[in-house]
């Protein structure tokens, strides 16, 4: 057996999003519709904790939110006003249910629920230091080092508790935390992963991207700030800003490719981020060419942006099928030999015999870049030009992204004349670094403390990678690991 | 709980898609991933059979192709160079396995499988005749009336038995059967659903559409003519056409909304056409707009045409979520009042103040033309301008679509002012029927022997309608039927 | 993988039970208990139709009758007053869903369903003549021939349809029919089957075993006569009686294994007589020893009444798991070479020293009988000595009972002595086959018409077996078989 | 929807078995073979936990043993030559995988895992200081309390941290327990449960009744003392005593009706036991009467010993289903009233007009007497008169036995004449407190220091019942135990 959709590994994987609700009898079905909305950020599990008179109330399941939580019987299995979940990407195959979030422990305060958007970057020397002193940990996730952190804290009060676990954990966190008490969600001290609210009616909501505070109706108020804790309580919200003030480090791949285009970041239309990165690739990698042709689907408003630019019609030269999901398992031997199709397919008549641009958000191992290159000059087009609407990534990502390791990247081994020839195209272009930022209303990137991280770009890491520099610890880790199956 | 998708039940339907291949060891991989392309065609059950040494081998499935005919021990349990699949929209709620198809039958001559896509006009009054005389049904399916025919029949050898069949039923049908022998392949005399051969090395290929055979990587050959069969028997291939000659009438449809752009039917791109079609709504019904805005994902290549001919702006101001199949069962009573948005997003900052032009494949029920304005005005749009990229539906089809009972189709109970009001819409036009012939490549309609079935447009039915004049008998039956749980 | 267990195959199966109920609402409800006490005589499978104001419904499953049938949801499926139930034991691997009973077609006089305990020994001949005019079946089974020999009768009444088909057919045959218009029970004209009513209130009760009257609360009536049909229809029952009167022959293997201890066969408890088997045996075949022992549980009454005529005390020398059903599939190959007692065990305190006399109610291949014999030795047996409560099984069945080939029956191959070695006994006996009829009161065997059907012991078929003779044909036909998975 | 099997609830349950293998590859499969010996100990749940080179490899599954653990692709993903396991029988209705034994967790000497059969009786006390000082548990169960003290105590070898956890406990243990350096197994200082060893070739086989060891075809070794803990570590075997010595107390139940009368225990056989305790029983509550009759199948031994003492014959009278499994649930409302006989049913023909002596293990609720009382009854019986093979069951267990609370043991409530009422037999009779001692081959019950726990007869409680003097704080914990679904 072999899964031969070419594609599948081929792009960055966001790690999770967030959502939750306080003040609103029913919060869980709010959550599901949340989540639903987030769904493009995590797939291969949902989870929903929801909070009632004091009790704590979990679902879990592998696979999408349709087709578990939009079932009766697990939502009325789901009772209170307060409730928060969490959808997932997994990196490695051994996914169970018990590392699928929101992550619950009873500490002596009571009930603790936690949802977590992000990545711990010191959390394998935190967690061998806690299993030393005694804690068993139940989950292979960085997620659970928090809850730890806060049990064994020496303050008394749960707040003192939870912002003394936060200052010692390193990385990148968006978090949604229920207690009996509440709901508290924070934002990393960088602010780099996402994390907003709004409000719908009485009820406070929190989400990873706004599209998700559109679909259950909410209107969106503000962003969570980076270093900010927001603690609602019954009808009281308040914040708390244990941290002493940085400049903000939004991870940029946001723009490029995680969020919605329908999403507003930072009071942006994420859509026209994406435009202005297409006109400006037009204005920097200019070519002469019949078509202008999106990867779909993600490089659609780069590609409306290139055409508008450029003059050159905009066409639909792939068509995506509907009923790929994340893989079709291509059955017997034989046939992966054809350079099946299953997820995209030329439209041959249309590209047979013309000059073609291509737009992407991003090329990753560039294997993709390949297949489609191919399918469109068997298809008979006459050129094929290619147009990147990101810079080079030439790092790995420790921040919540799932990237493959440095040697896998493209882009880290090859030059772009050396690039271009490896996926067969006529020409490459990428938009320059100090291009993105244009796009975002800057006016180039600033050398010193830049307003976003593009480390995946650059190799610029905002702050210390403690794990990684102890890689040997972590392998003689995994030695010991149980496998429940 | 309640089904909330409002869009649901407000398209049309193909009932199904069929694809077989003949000449190939391991034909069942060929078939999964052909009828995988034909998804689109029918998303409910799907099936496979195929031939080895005079053993028939059958797998039928609730649900998609992938997860059901993507593992390896169901495609070896299904060996042989001879096989064929079907994928069905089911009509009713009462779908068991035995009504997926394709059917098979144990006859004198051995077995006999059969994949059927169309509607067979006169099975109810075959099938109580059949009855009478000792048949025993086991399925409700109109095509089990065909092996019936087929069984029963005087004549001796399978093929005239076969023809003796067709030439007692009335309809639409393209048919993929199996016997011992071989393959049959066969178009309804006036080739109301389509049927094209292609090759795959020495293996000959069957589809519903051409995108199936670029799949699986085949070349396309040619239509199946109306009226022929084309008999496949090891290296052997020949056409016999026992009808007399009539002008043919291909569904009309089928360029507008069923088949995937990326097909190609009689010669033309169908992308192409609806193209065409965009531009020729441009010009016969232009309007001052800033933006012109597809509902995806029907209507975007009608709307590249529409902007390409208007000189407006092409741009995505509604985003579709990928995560959304044919339902999400919305928990609660709650929650939808608050008219969720789970399948169809605003692009609120594109849309915001700005004049727009909504391109649409067609409208039915009118229950989705009146959530889309809805979702465009809660987004702030100044004006709303609905176009249609096909004339009104005011009648229903017999021939293998599902569409509601006439009274349920908006225009065939309003007029044009009635239904700008009923949608909220500032505008709505049509495409013409002349002007839809026009995309075509012809003149207009032609009023004696048009080129097409356009009977959902113009109630114009090209065959007679025996069990529809027959509606009290067919209630009749239904009160004895059987439910299987 | 290895299925372990060694007695499993080494027993005679019972093909079926039937039960049917007419004339309480919630029909179904009692249907699924009175096949639950029938569960000895069928475990692969089971299935209820139940007739509600004209329409049938019914729910088939493979597996027993709890787990399945004991769910509100089923039996608020299966509504009316109406109902009838199967349970199978299969005889071939491929048992799939069509072959579960009650059968259903739907016939020109409207809805029949019917279920089937016994075997038709020309169902093969008939079916090739109803498929060469025309017929098609869906099973492969021989109760599928009965509904197309009415199907396609000449008569016009389905009641002369039914008499009709049943004039066609041979073999051995208890059926219950359900029509729109009522209840139809009958037993072939030699009664090799048995089939008994009974009464609940106004509620008549069709079963095959005593025992599961008694489950419900129902009283016994009388057995159905052999070639008697009973007609229900609302409050009115008749009798037919359509065949010439011959003298019956009762299976005798009932008496010696296949029913329940508690149950009542022709006016005799089977507890009894197979208290008086053990009786007879402990006559004509004594030895002297310590401990009566019985193979658990089918043993256990002969045990009683040898030990009660010789004077040896009984006692439980054997302990059967409860936990273990049809199989437990042993895990790895290694430890298939330990010789383990899955199913049985020795009581080895009890066993140790003593001279045994071990009481089995058959040997059909002896494989269990061997092991048996092994594990009191094992266990520290002085000497084990074999005694069988019927005569040697030396003939296959064709009458609904799941007999091994000939040439696997080990009294058919090996001599008194020759089995007594083969089994590592010091001593066996079989009860003799004028013991076995003293035991139900008669005589001794009558040479001529004799009481029962006894052909696995004597050879002397009642009927004629056309099939049997025809087994080239049989085979042909199995190779176009298809196989659906 | 009603569980109406009258009879479920009305048994004593153990609540769990145990079986360890070191020093055989493949050790899992051995472990499966003996945990199916044991699962009369528990029908819940099941879990094995295995180690290879350092990995531990755990599978849990709700069910049986069989049909879980005889999957060859189980077995394989449970290689390694040490493994252990548990079957559950759980008492609340929430029971969840995380509770199923054996219990794994990662210390900081690796891993560490648990299989206990048991009660302790100050785990919720040790638990909410374990909580107070930062340790979060996962399951509910009272064993993972013995983790806790393990991860957080201050010696420093595993060994000595391990049996510095036992010495806070108090209550009944036999554990089984996995390290990366071997296995221990050990045994309260009461020996209040059992577990023996065994061996098969090299291997150390530990297991909770000898009829285990038998199933694997291992020889019985001996008990493992009250008090002792045996490490195997590789080819070593060694024994540690920390616990100051004491009398031994094991539980007398297990002889009453808990172990398999097919098990040795203390070097008495089970059967042999029970017999005597059913002659005991007849020389002590003689009564004249035609037949002895066993509630199946736990009555049978002492039936028999009645019967043998008496001169009265034994019969099968009640003849018991081998297919009721825990439960059948009775669908429908009005079948419920019928009085249905799904697991037992009367032998009429042999009961009718009789004077019957019924013998049972014991009375708990008194439910289950009366129902069979009744079936006897209304089958015809003379008299019945009920002689039970223990002591009225008095006080509830707290060492690992599902006992119902006190108020609801018919013995606590009811004196002898009341519960003869009670269950309307014409007499009933218990054996003596000192006629169960005898049974075991004592003169009669030790008051002071007797030779077994047994308190379910007496109120002679061994240990101290921690949490049973703090129920309230049991109760104010459960509120906020988190539900997962």
């Known amino acids: 057996m072999l899964t031969t959709n070419p594609f599948d590994d081929d792009t960055l994987h966001e790690e999770c999003g967030i959502f939750g609700v306080s003040g609103s009898e029913g919060a869980a079905a709010l959550v599901a519709l949340g989540l639903h909305a987030l769904q493009h950020r995590g797939q291969e599990a949902a989870g929903i904790t929801s909070l009632d008179q004091g009790h704590f109330h979990t679902h879990r399941a592998m696979g999408h939110v349709a087709g578990n939580f939009d079932r009766d019987e697990v939502i009325r299995s789901l009772p209170g006003a307060v409730a928060a979940g969490h959808v997932r990407y997994s990196t490695s195959g051994d996914t169970a249910l018990r590392n699928v979030q929101p992550l619950y422990a009873e500490l002596q305060s009571g009930g603790f629920a936690i949802a977590h958007n992000g990545n711990i970057s010191n959390a394998m020397r935190l967690r061998r230091e806690l299993v030393r002193r005694g804690s068993i ?35 990148a966190y968006s978090l949604i935390v229920m207690t009996p008490e509440g709901m508290i969600a924070c934002r990393d001290p960088l602010g780099i992963r996402p994390l907003v609210m709004g409000r719908l009616g009485d009820a406070v909501i929190f989400a990873s991207e706004t599209v998700a505070l559109d679909v259950v109706g909410a209107t969106f108020e503000r962003s969570i700030d980076p270093g900010e804790l927001v603690i609602v309580q019954g009808d009281t919200i308040r914040s708390v800003r244990p941290f002493p003030q940085v400049s903000a480090r939004p ?35 200019p070519v002469e060419a019949d078509l202008v042709i999106p990867v779909p689907d993600s490089g659609v408003p780069a590609a409306i942006g290139y055409a508008q630019e450029s003059g050159i019609p905009f066409e639909l030269g792939i068509i995506r099928s509907h009923y790929v999901g994340r893989t079709f398992i291509q059955p017997g031997d034989k046939v992966r030999h054809l350079g099946v199709k299953l997820k995209h397919n030329a439209n041959r008549a249309l590209i047979k015999g013309k000059r073609i641009i291509l737009i992407d958000d991003s090329i990753v191992r560039g294997t993709t870049s390949l297949k489609i290159v191919q399918l469109m000059r068997e298809a008979g087009a006459a050129e094929v030009h290619m147009r990147i609407a990101s810079p080079p990534t030439r790092h790995s ?14 882009a880290a081994k090859l030059d772009l004349g050396e690039m271009t020839d490896f996926i067969h195209a006529d020409s490459l272009a990428f938009v320059s670094i100090d291009g993105l930022y244009k796009a975002l209303g800057e006016a180039r990137r600033a050398d010193i403390r830049p307003s976003h991280c593009d480390a995946c770009f650059t190799g610029d890491y905002p702050t210390t990678l403690t794990d990684q520099d102890e890689t040997e610890a972590v392998d003689q880790f995994a030695m010991l690991a149980e496998r429940v199956i």
Chains 1, 2, 3, 4 share one sequence.
């Open 397 to 410: 990502c420790f921040y919540g992204v799932d990237t493959p390791e440095r040697a896998k990247l493209l």
């Open 251 to 285: 991870c940029i791949f946001e723009w490029v490719y995680f969020s919605r285009p329908d999403s507003i970041e930072g009071d942006r239309s994420v859509y026209d981020v994406r435009k202005n990165i297409g006109a400006q690739l037009a204005v920097e990698s």
């Open 137 to 171: 940990f139940q989950s292979t996730s960085d997620t659970e080092t928090i809850i730890h952190l806060v049990a064994t804290s020496n303050y008394r009060t749960l707040l003192d508790r939870f912002i003394d676990a936060l200052k010692q954990i390193e990385g």
